[in-house]
């Protein structure tokens, strides 16, 4: 049976993972309509792995014997200033994202549950390949300082890392 106050946390999980699953689909909306498709891309695809994410702890939570809940979602942004605002919040959302999955882990750990521990650790690694990507956005819009003249050439940029990432899933 699954520990009450890790079941609790993962349930909180869920739901941020959903928001996130959401954010980005919201994100890939702003993007395809300003004209930036190799941007709207990188984000649909970002939105269905937190999808998967989600999904992943509901099956965990239902399988170790508890019940996983599913809350109603925030409503996430709909207009964003720019390119750079957009990943920006991408990365913070991402940190935020990272801090809440090492909680779990605390919390696994004062409660003693190693076979939860373990099995976050697919998430703690997620997380740091999923912060690397974004950072590694964030450094070529730097490159680009506040000229937008290049954004078509860093749109078609991004949709080439997303399908290089893909290939080597
Ligand atoms: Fe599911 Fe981007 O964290």
Same mark, same amino acid.
């Given at each position: ?58 099956k965990y939570v239902n399988e170790r014997g508890g019940q996983a809940i599913i809350s109603a979602l925030d409503e996430p942004p709909v207009d964003f200033s720019s390119v750079k605002a957009l990943f920006e919040k991408v990365y913070e959302h991402e940190q935020m994202i990272s801090a809440s999955i090492n909680? !779990?882990? /605390? ?5 003693? #549950? ?5 099995? &976050? ?15 590694? !956005?964030? /450094? ?5 300082? #506040? ?5 078509? &050439? ?16």
């Amino acid at each position: 049976m699954l520990n009450k106050n890790v079941e609790k946390k993962l349930i909180e999980q869920i739901e941020k993972e959903g928001y996130s699953s959401n954010l980005y689909l919201a994100m890939a909306s702003w993007s395809e309509s300003n004209g930036l498709e190799g941007i709207a891309n990188w984000m649909y695809a970002q939105s269905d792995e937190e999808r998967t994410h989600m999904l992943k702890i509901v099956k965990y939570v239902n399988e170790r014997g508890g019940q996983a809940i599913i809350s109603a979602l925030d409503e996430p942004p709909v207009d964003f200033s720019s390119v750079k605002a957009l990943f920006e919040k991408v990365y913070e959302h991402e940190q935020m994202i990272s801090a809440s999955i090492n909680d !779990i882990v /605390d919390v696994c750990l004062k409660e003693k #549950d190693f076979t939860t521990h373990s099995w &976050l650790q697919w998430f703690v690694n997620e997380q740091i390949e999923e912060e690397a990507s974004v950072s590694a !956005i964030l /450094d070529k819009l730097k490159l680009l300082g #506040d000229q937008n003249n290049n954004l078509y &050439l860093l749109d078609r940029d991004i949709l080439a890392m997303r399908n290089q990432g893909s290939e080597n899933q």
